[in-house]
């Protein structure tokens, strides 16, 4: 079989004086894709980032580039270049000089370099800025930068650690399209760390989900949001109402639970199958919640109920729609249908809902 991954790593594993932050990860990532690790703060992204940039030793397992082991080859050589959070342009430097840097260090012909930079900031759509400082540019401009001073140097595989972390909210959401559109661009492999979700979701061809060291799932977006492989993938990926409760009947793979609060919920089992009198987690999306005026048949509808609106919080499509059980005061988050039919719904008022158990997916809780 042809050896198609650019990046591999084997049971990679990094303790700290007997703390294991990376925990045994093995992964592939195919020439040309762009690879998330997405995680909570602290689960050890960029520890494991450093360790394929060589800044930091693995305790144990493997690191292979192109087929090659890394392992004894130094930061400086291997074919590598990571941009950071905070970019680290130099501001004494202008943006040809900046670009140009990692070039002159390697000691290429000044000729050259003038005209890797030219075509290197072409490419990232900033042609001709060669000359200008640091400090004229805008916040996008800055990354895209940031972005060619790694390209130029034609790395096998580009490292980002959460690189739009420090923009604000609109430029964020911009940037991850252009991100994309760069790493086609450039058709370069792309392994990026962050903690936000939505981020991964639209750029990456995969992703991986960390949590303690270890990684839970691998998978494309669709494959994470629809199909977690545990209740911790379920929560993190996406936004998700969750219920937890004791397990009351099996049928099949349909498991219904009822919730601390007493209310009886149905959910698909998605990974082991629990048994009755265990204790289960259910998560269904806020878009799977079906909302009515009327009451659904409880007889024919098993996850139906009535709920209290607490609050709307518009924001166009997305809005949402806070809930509240009356008897169990559990809370619920539906998004809002976008057929108007609901835009008056107010505070206090008494509104139907139902999913299908089929949307809603069920694990066993831990320790459980
Ligand atoms: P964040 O998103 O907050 O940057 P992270 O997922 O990148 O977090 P890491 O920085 O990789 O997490 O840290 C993982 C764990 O390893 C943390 O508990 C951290 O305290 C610990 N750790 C990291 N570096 C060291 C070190 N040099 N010595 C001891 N412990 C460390």
Request: net charge neutral; with cysteine; proline share 5%.
């Amino acid at each position: 079989m042809p050896f198609t991954a650019d990046l591999v790593c084997r049971d990679l594993t990094k303790e700290f004086k007997g703390f294991r932050a990376v925990d045994h990860v093995s992964f592939d990532v195919p020439q040309g894709s762009f690879f998330s690790i997405l995680g909570p703060s602290g689960c050890g992204k960029t520890t494991l980032l450093r360790m394929i940039a060589g800044f930091q030793f693995p305790t144990s397992g493997d690191l292979l580039i192109k087929g090659k082991s890394m392992i004894d080859v130094g930061p400086n050589k291997r074919p590598v270049s990571m941009v950071f959070q905070h970019l680290a342009l130099f501001p004494m430097m202008d943006i040809g000089k900046n670009i140009g840097f990692g070039l002159r260090q390697r000691g290429v012909p000044a000729a050259e370099i003038k005209q890797r930079v030219g075509r290197v900031l072409e490419r990232v759509g900033l042609p001709g800025i060669e000359n200008r400082q640091v400090s004229q540019l805008s916040g996008g401009q800055k990354q895209r930068v940031a972005i060619a001073r790694c390209m130029v140097l034609e790395p096998d595989v580009l490292l980002l650690d959460e690189p739009l972390g420090a923009l604000d909210l609109k430029l964020r959401e911009h940037m991850k399209i252009e991100l994309k559109a760069l790493q086609a661009e450039f058709n370069t492999t792309f392994v990026y760390i962050t903690h936000d979700q939505s981020e991964a979701l639209v750029m990456s061809d995969n992703i991986a989900v960390m949590n303690k060291g270890k990684f839970d799932q691998i998978g494309t977006a669709k494959e994470l949001y629809y199909e977690p492989a545990n209740a911790f993938v379920a929560g993190f990926v996406g936004d998700a109402n969750r219920f937890e409760g004791k397990v009351t009947a099996i049928n099949d793979r349909l498991v219904t639970i009822v919730t601390d609060g007493g209310i009886t919920r149905q959910a698909q089992a998605a990974a082991e199958l629990p048994i009755v009198g265990q204790r289960a987690l259910a998560f269904v999306r806020p878009e799977a919640i079906q909302l009515s005026k009327t009451a659904y048949d409880s007889a024919t509808h098993p996850n139906a109920s009535a709920q209290i609106v607490d609050s709307v919080l518009f924001n166009g499509a997305n809005s949402v729609v806070l809930l509240r059980d009356p008897q169990s005061g559990e809370t619920l988050h539906a998004g809002l249908p976008q057929t108007g039919d609901f835009l008056g719904l107010g505070k206090g008022e008494t509104i139907h809902t139902n999913w299908h158990a089929t949307q809603a997916r069920c694990f066993v809780a831990e320790g459980h």
